[in-house]
């Protein structure tokens, strides 16, 4: 009989049908297809299927994972990543089928699973769900020597020392661990865009759960999970791979569309052959409903289905909403006559200095003309924990663009930086004093608002010639979901300070500027009230609102 494939397997009542036909021939073939589960993982996830009187669309991507899980039974892949969308059978095949199997091919210490998911409930499903398999009928038929010790939901064991343990991110795994460790979907979506869950549960994953392998040299660490953040757990342990003697992982993505023509294989077997635009499996999620998804999740489609976090825009500030102004900052300052701030935010903390990509440091200048719009001149953004260079820049800087004041987070401004620019002061003969600003006590998503609204009105405006607007554009486009939103800080400060800000001294006289040119009653009392000041003659005696 031919090498059975779960396309092969029949339906429950295909199979019943054949059986009231010919008996002998039905137990003819559950014997093959017995054989075929007890020896192939895919088989084995078509066989429960069979089983249970349930279909299953089957596609190359289950054989796909199912033959990279062999590999990893067999030690043969020891670090692997696997991204993929949601709803793609991946928790039921690696969480709940493949500890069932493994345990049936090599009943002992040596297949000890322990798994880890986002919450200790869905660890624990996964957990009661594998133990459900080893309980079945089914299964004893399968593999008939495995017996079960002890048992609680996430906890469970074989009499031959094969044991299946289960927690959730950040809980407790003391006295716990296998020879193939698996963690599926660690961070929930809703905890993506926060930067304290998501450093809690990559430290977690990096030095509790990878510290529980019951054998260092020979144990597997496996992750599944779809993408929501560039420095998700996936993004962390990509990231880590630079430092000497890290684990280094293969990375297999599985977009739902494919960017580009792919060849998928593994171990010199090919099992698609994806042009540009494919589809994971449109049996499960079609055109219409990629369509649909995407117009539901928007941006955050990009990382969640197509794997590809780096696209994933905020929707929240749009850089396409910026004003560009002609000309270099300091042109721009002396155009309209701006009287700048400076606004500091500094990466003070051990956390954010410390970590694999440290915050940075920024300084910006900003103004307010006398059209009330808010314009960032100029940016200054270095990843240094050295204050004395962040205070040698600000002297520089402040030569150059002469504030009216230099403003700051009041803890990072007074009692770090200050003491270190005062030092700086001295020696250089330039002098200059600080203002803290009020402490911060809202989130970032919340402290974008006021600066949102004036984006949106078209209100904040950058010099077309500046060199760091690319960056500044991309940490818009990205927040609140980029891993930087560093320059984002002095804007914010910026536009919650707007109504003190200082105005500019000079009118507005820039016919090409379209926020002018849809304002120009406006620019016309601005101009001729700026005319009278100056003595010169004017028809009307209109003055400014």
């Known amino acids: ?29 559950l014997v093959h297809l017995r054989e075929a589960a007890r ?17 299953i669309a089957w596609n190359w991507h289950l054989d796909y994972l199912a033959d990279i899980f062999t590999a990893v039974h067999k030690r043969d892949l020891r670090r692997t990543i696997i991204n993929i969308p949601p709803r793609f059978l991946k928790s039921e095949l690696i969480a709940q089928c493949f500890p069932a199997w493994m345990i049936g091919r090599e009943d002992n210490y040596r297949s000890s699973v322990l798994s880890a998911a986002a919450t200790a409930a869905l660890a624990a499903r996964d957990s009661r769900k594998t133990l459900e398999i080893v309980k079945s009928n089914w299964y004893r038929a399968l593999f008939p020597s495995v017996l079960i010790r002890k048992e609680t939901e996430a906890e469970w064991e074989t009499m031959n020392g094969a044991t299946r343990n289960a927690a959730g991110a950040e809980g407790t795994i003391t006295g716990r661990g296998g020879d193939h460790l698996i963690w599926d979907d660690l961070l929930l979506s809703k905890d993506a865009m926060s930067e304290t ?12 759960f990878r510290n529980r392998l019951n054998d260092q040299a020979t144990g597997t660490i496996t992750g599944i999970m779809q993408r929501l953040h560039e420095r998700d757990p996936t993004g962390y342990l990509l990231g880590q791979q630079s430092i000497r003697g890290a684990d280094q992982y293969t990375h297999i993505v599985l977009p739902n569309e494919a960017p580009r023509r792919t060849i998928v294989e593994f171990c010199g077997k090919t099992y698609a052959v994806r042009e540009e635009g494919d589809l994971l499996h449109s049996a499960r999620i079609g055109p219409d409903e990629t369509a649909a998804l995407k117009a539901a999740m928007q941006s955050n489609y990009e990382g969640q289905y197509n794997q590809n976090p780096i696209k994933m825009e905020g929707g929240h500030l749009d850089p396409k909403r910026l004003v560009h102004l002609p000309g270099t900052g300091i042109e721009i300052k002396s155009r309209l006559g701006l009287r700048p701030v400076f606004y500091i935010d500094f990466a003070a903390t051990e956390k954010q200095v410390n970590k694999k990509d440290p915050d940075f440091t920024c300084i910006e200048v ?9 314009i960032c001149l100029d940016v200054w953004r270095a990843q240094t924990p050295d204050y004395a260079v962040v205070a040698r820049t600000l002297i520089n800087m402040h030569k150059l663009w002469r504030p009216q004041f230099v403003k700051g987070e009041r803890g990072a401004l007074l009692n770090l930086f200050q003491p270190i620019l005062r030092q700086q002061m001295e020696m250089s003969g330039y002098f200059m004093s600080l203002e803290p600003l009020p402490g911060r006590r809202m989130d970032k998503t919340e402290r974008s608002m006021p600066y949102q609204g004036m984006l949106n009105a078209g209100m904040i405006c950058v010099p077309e010639e500046s060199r760091w ?20 800080d002095p804007a914010f400060d910026a536009a919650t300070e707007y109504q003190t800000l200082p105005v500019g001294e000079v009118p507005v006289m820039m016919p090409n500027d379209p926020f002018v040119r849809a304002n120009q009653d406006m620019v016309d009392r601005i101009n001729r009230a700026r005319a009278r000041e100056l003595g010169e003659a004017v028809a009307s005696d209109e003055d400014i609102d």
């Open 197 to 208: 869950v998501r450093e809690k549960v990559n430290e977690w994953l990096g030095e509790t």
């Open 366 to 374: 900003w103004a307010k003309d006398q059209m009330k719009r808010l």
């Open 1 to 29: 009989m031919k090498i059975i494939h779960p396309t092969d397997f029949p339906s429950r009542d295909e199979f019943v049908a054949l059986h009231r036909r010919d008996p002998t021939r039905a137990a003819h073939l």
């Open 469 to 488: 607007l690319t960056v500044f554009e991309a940490e818009h486009r990205a927040f609140p979901r980029g891993v930087h939103d560093d320059t984002l």
């Open 39 to 55: 020896h192939n993982l895919a088989c084995f996830v078509a066989f429960r299927y069979f089983m249970a009187g349930k279909s």
